[in-house]
């Protein structure tokens, strides 16, 4: 099993930023890759940032120049800067983590972290 813990959600005024945590403990080789998702009220939910193993990152359009995502593979801890946000930003950011467990790649998702934007 893999535990993942979120942190760093909460109210902030537009313009502000934040910066988001995931966590994992647990029995596990590798973090094989890491995707942050947010879904806002009535709306699907949608990838925001994404990083691989290889370090490679990748961004929404609507997020690019404003996110940067990271890893601290000795914490097994993922981040998402969040900066110049806007009210559309707001919903509940959820992290995915595939982490190799023995020989066999497992799917992993943290209880999400609500994001408000005020205007």
């Known amino acids: 099993q893999v535990q993942l813990v979120e942190s760093g959600g909460g109210l902030v005024q537009a313009g502000g930023s934040l910066r988001l945590s995931c966590a994992a403990s647990?029995?596990?080789?590798?973090?094989?890759?890491t995707r942050w998702y947010r879904q806002a009220p009535g709306k699907q939910r949608e990838v925001v940032a994404a990083?691989?193993?290889?370090?490679?990152?990748d961004y929404a359009d609507s997020v690019k120049g404003r996110f940067a995502i990271s890893r601290d593979n000795a914490k097994n801890t993922v981040y998402l800067q969040i900066n110049s946000l806007k009210p559309e930003d707001t919903g509940v950011y959820y992290c995915?983590?595939?982490?190799?467990?023995?020989?066999?790649?497992?799917?992993?998702w943290g209880q999400g972290t609500q994001v408000t934007v005020s205007s």
């Open positions: 647990g029995s596990f080789f590798s973090i094989h890759a």
């Open positions: 990083i691989i193993d290889s370090g490679s990152t």
């Open positions: 995915n983590v595939i982490a190799r467990v023995g020989s066999v790649m497992m799917n992993y």
